[in-house]
């Protein structure tokens, strides 16, 4: 009995964390979010490479500046060091979940061995301008407060009503993400973004090559090809991996009447199979000659 209990709880908890993401062309790729533990964890293993990151730093900074570059160790000297120090611990914690994210997972190590990633909550592309804003938030959120927090204990302050606030600042934004349906941190609120548990992908035989070495049974223009971007191939990679024919049928139906496809489709993966090894090599030849193209809305 307790058992079926605790099975049906599970259940329950994850059909809450269940999701609806709409691609730009309708297309709904079903997601599942982080829960509050998962994404504390991978914070944690963040943490923990930051850490190590930071105590490289400050040797840097104590041994490096004072060995090699000479710096004086009078007042000045050591001010100058200071003001080192602080900026590259800001430019490292910062840097260091901008750029993992900014990459083409979406994650940064710690979300990635939690089995994590970032995506934007409309289901369009994840830009730089979310990644950048639901990351500096971060300061905010929990760095500020620390520091707050760290400062008032090294002065020994028994300032009752300032430490209050400074933890009751710190249990807000710490407790946020417990208080919304979608598990957000305020970053996330105003970023426009979730982070989903990412699917694992069995990579089956490449997608770009055919099995016999037949010609293709589908033949497209340059300009239908040219239509999508990167971003819309990485989707119908995707949904080619994923194989669900839902997925398939929908993607079909919308490339069809996006590039004027006249001829009947019979077979709905065959189909995008091929538009996706004839748009691959083009793709690759546009970006070889300096034209990228991300997305469709971009000419």
Do not use: C
């Not at 990633?117 to 938030?137: F, H």
């Not at 400074?166 to 979608?182: E, T």
């Not at 995008?272 to 000659?289: K, N, V």
Request: proline residues 3%; charged residues 20%.
């Amino acid at each position: 009995m307790a058992e079926q209990v605790a099975a049906s709880r599970y259940v329950a908890r994850e059909a809450s964390l269940r999701r609806r993401l709409l691609t730009p062309e309708g297309l709904d790729l079903g997601v599942v979010l982080a829960d509050a533990g998962q994404r504390a964890s991978a914070f944690m293993i963040d943490a923990v490479f930051i850490i190590l990151a930071l105590i490289a730093l400050t040797l840097f900074v104590i041994f490096g500046l004072f060995g090699v570059v000479g710096v004086s160790r009078s007042t000045n000297g050591l001010s100058a060091l200071a003001i080192i120090w602080l900026i590259g611990w800001f430019v490292l914690r910062n840097g260091y979940f901008i750029g993992f994210e900014l990459r083409g997972r979406a994650a940064t190590p710690g979300k990635r061995i939690s089995g994590l990633r970032v995506i934007a909550r409309d289901g369009g592309r994840l830009t730089a301008d979310a990644v950048i804003a639901r990351n500096l938030m971060r300061e905010i959120e929990v760095f500020l407060p620390l520091s707050f927090l760290s400062a008032r204990a090294a002065e020994g302050s028994a300032d009752r009503w300032l430490n209050l606030l400074g933890f009751a600042w710190a249990a807000v934004f710490l407790f946020f993400p417990l208080f919304n349906k979608d598990r957000l941190r305020v970053g996330d609120l105003l970023a426009g973004t979730w982070v989903i548990r990412a699917r694992p992908q069995t990579l089956a035989a490449d997608l770009g090559a055919t099995s016999d070495g037949a010609p293709p049974a589908y033949r497209f223009t340059d300009a239908q090809l040219d239509i999508y971007g990167e971003f819309e191939l990485q989707t119908l990679e995707r949904v080619l991996r994923e194989n669900h024919q839902e997925a398939l049928d929908t993607v079909t139906a919308a490339i069809v009447q996006r590039i004027g496809w006249a001829e009947p489709v019979a077979d709905p993966r065959a189909f995008l199979a091929a538009f996706y090894r004839a748009q691959r090599p083009q793709l690759e030849r546009r970006m070889l000659f300096g034209r990228r193209k991300a997305d469709k809305t971009v000419r």
